[in-house]
């Protein structure tokens, strides 16, 4: 089971890992010991604390008659310890 999906790589979500916090999309099964196991395994860091913010699917109208539903997600932010980063998510100026 793939449980890391992809990390989230926005303006908001780059200003939180100056506080030691990444965004990552996770797998919908996926509960908070195993994300912070397979962070701590593949990243080599320490993990803190796991938020979990889960997005349900919404239905839409797409050009005034076809009805479309986008796909469930879930999202976890999780907290490092103090000093410890992820690479790849550094904001370079």
Do not use: C, H, W
């Not at 303006?11 to 509960?31: G, I, Q, Y």
């Not at 997005?55 to 997600?73: D, H, M, N, Q």
Request: net charge positive; hydrophobic share 45%.
């Amino acid at each position: 089971m793939r449980i890391l999906v992809r990390p989230v790589i926005t303006e908001k979500s780059m200003a939180m890992a100056a506080d030691s916090k990444f965004v990552f999309e996770v797998a919908l099964n996926a509960n908070k010991p195993q994300i912070a196991e397979i962070i701590e395994e593949i990243y080599k860091v320490e993990v803190l604390k796991v938020n979990v913010i889960r997005k349900p699917s919404e239905e839409k109208i797409v050009r005034g008659r076809f009805l479309a539903t986008s796909k469930e997600k879930k999202k976890v932010i999780v907290t490092l310890k103090k000093g410890q980063k992820i690479e790849g998510f550094e904001v370079k100026e």
